[in-house]
C-alpha cells in the first residue's frame, strides 16, 4: 500500500504545477477501504482558493450522500458507473470516461451501480443569490 506521503502520491495541495495521478490514489483507497471495511473513501490531491481536485472510490450500492458543494462541480467517472441526482431533478447514469456538471449550492446524490471511481473537480466558492 502507499503511504500518503510518498513520492507516488505526493500531495503539495497548493503551489507550484503539478502531475496528478488519480489511479494511483484510487489505487491506494481502494487498499484502505478494504483494510477497513468502508464502502467509500476520498482523498484530496489539490486544493486552493480557486479549486479543489480529489479523488472518489465507491463500492457498488454506496451513496455519497446529499451535499451541496460551495461551487460548480464536475465528476469524472474514470471507472465505473454512477447515478447521479441533483437539486431534485432527474437522475442521470453516467459510465466510465462520462463526465456530469453540477451547479454550486445544487444539493446532490451520489449511488454507484457499480464499482467506481471518480475525479472531481470543485471550483471557487459562489456566494448564493
Known amino acids: ?3 500518503r506521503g510518498t513520492p507516488e502520491l505526493e ?9 496528478i495521478k488519480p489511479v494511483v ?7 484502505e477501504m478494504l483494510e477497513r471495511g468502508d464502502e467509500h473513501e476520498a ?3 489539490r486544493k486552493h482558493d480557486g479549486l479543489s481536485v480529489l479523488v472518489m472510490c465507491l463500492e ?3 451513496v455519497w450522500t446529499d451535499r451541496a458543494a460551495p461551487a ?3 465528476l469524472t467517472l474514470l471507472d465505473g458507473s454512477v447515478k447521479f441526482t441533483a437539486d431534485g431533478g432527474a437522475t442521470i447514469t453516467a459510465r466510465a470516461g462520462e463526465v456530469v456538471a453540477c451547479d454550486a449550492h445544487a444539493p446532490h446524490r451520489c449511488e454507484a451501480t457499480e464499482d467506481a471511481v471518480l ?4 471550483g471557487a466558492k459562489v ?3
Open 1 to 3: 500500500m502507499l503511504e
Open 11 to 19: 500531495r503539495p495541495l497548493h503551489g507550484a504545477p503539478q502531475l
Open 25 to 31: 490514489a484510487a489505487l491506494q483507497l481502494k487498499q
Open 43 to 45: 482523498i484530496t490531491l
Open 60 to 62: 457498488k450500492g454506496a
Open 72 to 74: 460548480p462541480m464536475t
Open 119 to 122: 475525479l472531481v473537480h470543485v
Open 127 to 129: 456566494e448564493p443569490t
